[in-house]
């Protein structure tokens, strides 16, 4: 494309506000003028011939009366914003365009056209000031507006930073916890059946592939989460045998929605990290859905002494209301542990 169209197209995209917003207090001050010869004259047209000459200078000092409050409006907010209240900066403004209108009138009624201080001319000004006014009123008024519209983006813009910076500080707070229990699970199946050992590695490199690739994402389908964690049950039960039973609702799977990545595996390993698992008495969770929830479920087997500092529960409850302002619901009764998170429809 042309450089010289580019740039003939910026311009026109900068000075179209200028002429249509000036072109709309033309046409009303040319309105006005009319109607005060109707108030005086008693006829609409009746000086228009005579006064050819004088309506085109005072539309232009309509105009030129609009503009200047917009500039002054501009100039002081620029200029004073940071060291004034906002009563101070709006007596200021109203200060300087009340001298400004002064000059202006003296300009367009004595100097250009000069004439007797009649009742037309007490009416003209009058209205006229009022209609300036009321004009620069609403274009303030607009710009104000606008202004607080661009802070308000402005601050959600920030917001959603925040949220995005809480967030992946958060699951980047869980990674490497869960890395690390897996690589013991490992070195533990290496000593015990290297068969069994080879499996493990191609189990253990899908999740770390999914934790990479999840790492940056707020939410996941929940199929992908689930299929995730099958894969992570299976480091579990190739360690503990028969002593382990996680149940998975068939269901779950048909369900089109989304959740926090890792959060199941989260819940799971709470139940792994606090309850004993031995083949007499085998821990078994359930997993399944509850009205818009996935229930996670075990039979309580406490450990008699477990250091708990409650990272994994605060941080799915952070996640959750920091994404959707949405909490989790949890329940102990003497033989089972609930948790009850939401699942976040992805429609």
Sequence with gaps: MNPKSDSMQRYLKVLKPFFIRNAIIAAIGFGILIFIDYIVEGSFFRNFIHMRHVYPLIIIGYILASEGTLWIDKWVSRKFASKSSLPDITLFKIGITL????????????????????????????????????????????????????????????????????????????????????????????????????????????????????????????????????????LYKVRYGDALNIEIDENLKKIQAEIPPLVLQILVENCLKHNKIIPTDPLTIFIKQDNGYILVENNLLKKTETFSTTTGLTNIRRRYSLLKNMDIFVEETPTHFRVKVPVIDDR
């Excluded at 999840?214 to 689930?226: A, G, M, R």
């Design 99 to 234: 001298a400004f209108y002064f000059v202006l009138y003296h300009l367009f009624y004595f100097l250009i056209t000069p004439e007797p201080f009649t009742r037309k001319t007490l009416v003209t000004i009058s209205i006229s000031i009022v209609y300036v006014i009321l004009i620069d009123l609403i274009l303030i008024i607009s710009r104000y507006k606008d202004k607080l519209q661009k802070e308000k983006e402005a601050n959600a813009l920030l917001k959603e930073e925040k949220l995005k910076s809480d967030l992946h500080a958060l699951q980047n707070q869980l990674n490497p916890h869960f890395l690390f229990n897996s690589l013991n699970v490992l070195v533990s199946e290496i000593y015990d059946d290297a068969d069994k050992a080879v499996k493990y590695i191609g189990q253990l490199s899908d999740i770390f592939r999914y934790v990479l690739q999840s790492s940056d994402k707020f939410t996941v389908p929940l199929q992908k989460e689930l299929e995730f964690l099958e894969a992570y049950i299976y």
